[in-house]
């Protein structure tokens, strides 16, 4: 059941309830309450937090009354959500202005250019300036040499 208002999912899962029931199945009153809670989309998530860290303790009408009160508070703040989906996240292609998309990169890393430090002062073993080690000609011509 998606894009119905709170109240309609209430009532259908409390119909649901009394079906089950009817055939035998008996459910605690914190089972129906958390079934309840755990079937909502993600924009009822801070009422979820609230209704467990406080503890409250509402039958399943009083429940659906508070969450009329939250959607109600949803729809005034301009968030958008359907009860049944996952998320609040419209879903389709978005209407309006046309943005320019960059094309997006391949996940391969780009090596980004590194900055080549110069070195400073003259080089210990053969006293000339401004190489290094693996630069200089003195050492290395000793490697080659042996």
Known sequence: ???GSVRDHCLSMIANFKKAEDHGVRFEQE???DLLLQSLPDCFSQFKMNYNMNKFNLDLTQLMHELESVEQSLVKQGSAFHVGESSGKPKG????KKKNKKKKKSGIPVARPVAVRQPKGKYFKCGQQGHW???CPRVNKQ???T
Not at 93 to 96: I, T
């Open 1 to 3: 059941m998606s894009g």
């Open 143 to 145: 490697v080659v040499q």
């Open 133 to 135: 080690k693996k630069n």
């Open 93 to 96: 292609k978005p209407k309006g």
């Open 31 to 33: 089972v129906k309450v």
